[in-house]
């Protein structure tokens, strides 16, 4: 992983005649993966520096803990990869403060950990925060590339037929209604759920809720689509 600058150090980019400010809260805390969070922040960086994100510029920001006063004044909160079960019994994540966040009209992504924690449920396991209450998840043990294509609605994401990501033990979807939309599926049987969802999407209230099962942060890094999903759960592209 490239070495990346501090908070303190971030890249300085000229905003003069970029469109608009993105503001991003990377959670950074228990039960994340430094790797996932460093890789968010590499994206971002890259996006910022070669415009990557058609006029919009990433301001982010870490934190350990999330609540309405870490969440006030973000436009949306990654929750990045890590442990799952971890993320949804922390003291130190308040689940009704998320919910407030994203009703109120910011937005959501959850990579790998982060998409087990938003969905509905994790099959046979556990519940999850319901922020895409019609999207549940399938428990999956593989680690390695898989390959994904777009949906007819994904090309607002993916600009290519398919891609690989790195998963990560990461969730395969599926969606219980036709409010939530998938977005791209696995194409291969890696995971051993070809044809299943690999990227979702839903409204919660007035916010966007976008899920990730695997890491488009991560080796091979994907920074464009990682920064149409932001984009998206923003309503900024979509």
Known sequence: MVGLPGDSEKIAVN????????KVLIFDGEG????SVAGIEACLDES???NLSSGSYFDYDTASTINSNTLSGYDILIMPGGNSATYISSTSINEDAIKQFVSEGNGYLGIC???????????????????????NTVNVVYDGLVSVSPTSLGSTLLDSSKTSLH????????TTSSSAISFATYT?????YKGYSAITGENYGSGRVILSGSHPE?????????????????????
């Open 15 to 22: 905003t003069t005649n970029k469109v608009s400010v993105v």
């Open 32 to 35: 994340s993966m430094e790797e």
């Open 188 to 192: 291969d049987n890696g995971t051993g």
């Open 167 to 174: 998963h990560q033990n990461g969730p395969v979807m599926y």
């Open 113 to 135: 950990a982060g998409a087990y924690a938003g969905s509905n449920s994790v099959d046979g396991l556990y519940s999850g925060w319901g922020l895409a209450s019609h999207v």
């Open 48 to 50: 910022n520096t070669e």
């Open 218 to 238: 991560l080796d091979p890094q994907d920074t464009p689509l990682l920064v149409q999903m932001i984009l998206w759960a923003t309503n900024q592209s979509g």
